[in-house]
């Protein structure tokens, strides 16, 4: 049995990464109810100094469209660094097409949400990637 999500996310340190202030605004505001620890950074390049600045994160939720450095080519970024090989990365993307979960995937996430984002879903994924972590 897997334990209870405040036992589980509790004093966990997540990035969250996406252009939009009001995603983070709502994604922080639901995963503080769980002691975590949120790291925000507002483009994939910032995502990157963020990760090297907190190397002890332990989970990033990755917007896939971003402007300039895109989520895709930021985990691909991520997955070079040996220290980050085995990061749970959550896709976040407002496509929900037939073969965006592959194309997610295949660039190096560990797992993929849809936008709206479905903080329910969101927490089932967190626990999943945490507890086997």
């Keep these: 049995m897997l334990g209870s999500l405040t036992e589980v996310l509790s004093g966990k340190k997540i990035l969250i990464t996406d252009d939009d202030v009001r995603n983070i605004f709502s994604l922080t505001k639901a995963l503080e109810k769980y002691k975590v620890e949120v790291i925000v950074a507002m483009d994939g390049k910032h995502a990157l100094e963020q990760i090297n ?3 002890d994160v332990d ?5 896939m469209m971003m402007p300039e450095m895109d ?16 990061l ?6 407002a496509k929900s097409m037939i073969g965006e979960r592959e194309k ?15 903080i ?14």
């Design 88 to 93: 749970p990365i959550i896709a976040i993307t």
């Design 120 to 133: 329910d879903q969101l927490l089932s994924l967190l626990r999943v990637w945490m507890y086997e972590s």
């Design 53 to 55: 600045q907190n190397p």
């Design 71 to 86: 989520g895709y080519e930021t985990i691909k970024v991520i997955r070079k660094m040996p220290a980050f090989k085995k």
């Design 59 to 63: 989970v990033v939720l990755m917007d």
């Design 104 to 118: 997610c995937i295949t660039a190096g996430a560990s797992d993929y949400i849809s936008k709206p984002v479905d």
